[in-house]
């Protein structure tokens, strides 16, 4: 009878055991996939976390690019005011500088028609009296303001005259020269050939003469100075 009961307390012993057993693996089993999944949400925790803070950085960042641009455009609002005032006073200098240029040049007209004939007519009364230093240096004022005008043709021509009644044959030569270049179809263009000729003559140049009186020939050859150029030819070796 003792041994009976020791057998049933053996079996029960064992039995009670093995039912221990399987619930602590069970529990373990349970508590492994309790542990797993709050690593799991710890993580979707610490991912959204991320993303959330990601997302902010991502304000943070167009916040700041929303302001640089507000200030750039700011700053072009500011600098195309500034350029538009530039312009706005460069245009008003301009309308004084143009009024101002035509203004002066009215006046340079206006002193261009009035003066020139007083001067001409007293180089010429200086030429008359013999003053051929006054003269040139009045004639040189004329043509020097008044290039392309009709007193400034004559005081081209009468500057060449001054020179070679001066017996300055090398500088009445250049001057005849220059009124030939200038007005190439005048009427006193044979007068300035021979007048050339009679220079290169006074610097005894006789070669030269002979190439300007021959020219003045050929080219005019019915003009009063062509027939006087056949004379002088005559004369030089």
Do not use: H, W
């Amino acid at each position: 009878m003792n041994d009976m009961k020791k057998v049933l307390v053996f079996f029960l012993v064992v039995g009670l055991g093995s039912i221990i057993s399987c619930r602590t693996k069970s529990e373990i089993r349970r508590e492994q996939e309790f542990e797993k999944l709050k690593q799991e949400v710890t993580m979707n925790r610490g991912d959204r976390a991320d993303v959330d803070s990601s997302v902010d950085d991502v304000k943070v960042e167009i916040a700041k690019i929303g302001n640089v641009i507000e200030e750039e455009a700011q700053g072009r609002r500011k600098e195309s005011e500034e350029i538009r005032k530039e312009l706005t006073a460069l245009s008003t200098r301009m309308q004084a500088l143009e009024q101002r240029a035509v203004t002066e040049e009215l006046n340079q007209k206006q002193l261009l028609q009035e003066k020139p004939k007083v001067s001409l007519e007293s180089g010429r009364r200086f030429y008359d009296d013999g003053k051929y230093d006054d003269a040139i240096d009045t004639f040189k004022n004329i043509v020097k303001a008044t290039p392309n005008t009709e007193d400034g043709k004559r005081a081209q021509f009468l500057l060449g005259e001054s020179y070679f009644s001066s017996k300055d044959y090398a500088s009445s030569a250049l001057e005849f020269s220059e009124f030939r270049k200038r007005f190439p179809k005048d009427a006193l263009i044979p007068n300035a050939i021979y007048r050339q000729a009679a220079s290169f003559k006074g610097m005894g140049k006789s070669k030269e003469a002979r190439l300007f009186f021959q020219d003045l020939i050929e080219r005019f050859p019915r003009s009063p100075f062509a027939s006087k150029a056949k004379v002088e030819m005559k004369k030089v070796n």
